[in-house]
């Protein structure tokens, strides 16, 4: 366990050893009530993020490859259903009937 000064200013020096275990020039300071936690922050935090939420594993399609099949399951499900008529004729809805 390190010791640090705080300045009149409000300044804490954190050990050279400690800032450079963790690679960083950030810190987050939280306040437990009985305790304080600094927490090392990433010099560049979109850049540590980069790639968390990827899938696990290849082969996980794309966006565009699941907007396609959806898209694809969708038109067979709103696609009309042909109905056979008393003729035997296939009849699609939207066709014209002629009554003779």
Known sequence: MKQAAISKG????????????WGTNRVLVEDRGDALVFRPLPNDPIGAARGSLRAEGRGT?????????????????????EQPTVDGRLRRPGDRVSCR
């Not at 409000?10 to 050279?16: N, W």
């Open 61 to 81: 399609p794309s966006s565009a490859a699941v907007r396609r099949q959806t898209r694809a399951e969708e038109a067979e499900v709103l696609r009309p259903q």
């Open 10 to 21: 409000g300044q804490v020096s954190i050990p050279a050893a400690v800032r450079h275990r």
